[in-house]
Nanobody, 122 residues
Framework: VQLQASGGGLVQAGDSLRLSCAAS????????MGWFRQAPGKEREFVAAITWSGGTTYYADSVKGRFTISRDNAKNTGYLQMNSLKPGDTAVYYCAADPKGPSRFEYDYDYWGQGTLVTVSS
């Protein structure tokens, strides 16, 4: 499956942004999906994950209550709604997919999008 992340941009602290992850090539609903991010000078970290059906979601503590992961299998697209953004959320955001189950660990994901940059100014 090929993934294309989009929706990043420059926003101010407190603003909202929605990222999209468009899938192609294979049946999107066969894959669980995750979002990760990498801030400048830091390692890539887990943000959120969702099961193939959308029935179960997982979040990093740092985004819980502010971010919402979702998906629309009919549109072959996953989403990350980000509210109450903080400067610490500045990073390149990556979507990933894997058929084996949602995971907090990037090494569990076989398929990755190219990343979209989110910059939050104070």
């Amino acid at each position: 499956v090929q993934l294309q992340a989009s929706g990043g941009g420059l926003v101010q602290a407190g603003d909202s942004l929605r990222l999209s992850c468009a899938a192609s090539g294979r049946t999107f609903s066969n894959y669980d999906m995750g979002w990760f991010r990498q801030a400048p000078g830091k390692e890539r970290e887990f943000v959120a994950a969702i099961t193939w059906s959308g029935g179960t979601t997982y979040y990093a503590d740092s985004v819980k209550g502010r971010f919402t992961i979702s998906r629309d299998n009919a549109k072959n697209t996953g989403y990350l709604q980000m509210n109450s953004l903080k400067p610490g959320d500045t990073a390149v955001y990556y979507c990933a997919a894997d058929p084996k189950g949602p995971s907090r660990f990037e090494y569990d994901y076989d398929y990755w999008g190219q990343g979209t940059l989110v910059t939050v100014s104070s």
